[in-house]
């Protein structure tokens, strides 16, 4: 079966610009995560959706971040305005039951 | 609050040495505990999935093994190959106030040389 696919793979801007990722789970999947994983550190869980329902969004810095399921399948992840620390990568993973993660490549964002 | 830490940050061992990697988590009401790794610049891939009831996993030249009382996990390599060279992160999903949320470790920056 096919597996996460995210785009873009690279990314770069300035800062107060605006960005977004997007994110195919692998079919069939309800559960839909997204990651900020910075330089050395274990990834962090920015949002969790179950179909096209947030479940936890509890870390997600709501002020600039903001990220939709639509139809349960797809989704994307938007940062306006671009800072400095958001240079990270962003993971996108998914579940069938919200038990074993699969993880796509992720994207590297580099905010200038 | 789950936190998950990892020893040693990084090892450095020749080829051919078993070697053991350790995971600890303060909070023991966990589902599983999931071990992954990750190449440079790449996704993390999952090596192992131990649930909650079980004690250990083995899958090829890994075995995970999972003492929730003591709060630890143990991924045991078996004769190291250059190509094991990775980071290994575990992660332990823990049910909250809004649903099941994962935390990860640092990982643990593993060099095999040959």
């Known amino acids: 079966e096919a597996g996460v696919a995210q785009s873009p793979r690279y990314k770069i801007i300035e800062k107060r610009q605006s960005v977004a990722f997007w994110c195919n789970p692998i079919?069939?999947?309800?559960?839909l995560y997204w990651y900020q994983q910075i330089l050395g550190q274990g990834p962090k869980l920015l949002i969790q959706?179950?179909?096209?329902?947030?479940?936890?969004d509890s870390q997600l810095p709501k002020d600039r971040f903001s990220a939709e399921r639509l139809k349960g399948v797809d989704s994307t992840l938007k940062i306006q305005p671009a800072k400095l620390e958001d240079s990270a990568v962003y993971l996108c993973?998914?579940?069938?039951?919200?038990?074993?993660?699969?993880f796509g490549p992720g994207t590297r964002l580099t905010v200038t | 609050k789950q936190e998950v830490t990892q020893i040693p940050a990084a090892l450095s061992v020749p080829e051919g040495e078993n070697l053991v990697l350790n995971c600890s988590f303060t909070?023991?009401?966990?589902?599983?505990l999931q071990w992954f790794r990750q190449d440079p610049g790449k996704g993390l891939t999952s090596l192992l999935l131990?649930?909650?009831?079980?004690r250990e996993q083995t899958s090829g030249r890994l075995n995970a093994s999972l003492d929730k009382s003591s709060g630890r996990s143990t991924l045991y390599i078996a004769a190291s190959q250059p190509g094991d060279s990775a980071t290994y992160l575990c992660?332990?999903?823990?049910?909250?106030?809004?649903?099941?949320?994962?935390?990860f470790g640092p990982g643990t920056r593993l060099s095999v040389l040959p």
């Open positions: 131990i649930q909650s009831s079980q």
């Open positions: 993973a998914s579940s069938r039951s919200g038990d074993e993660q699969y």
């Open positions: 079919s069939g999947h309800a559960t």
């Open positions: 992660a332990v999903p823990l049910v909250d106030g809004y649903g099941q949320n994962f935390v």
């Open positions: 959706f179950q179909n096209n329902g947030v479940v936890d």
């Open positions: 909070d023991s009401a966990i589902y599983n």
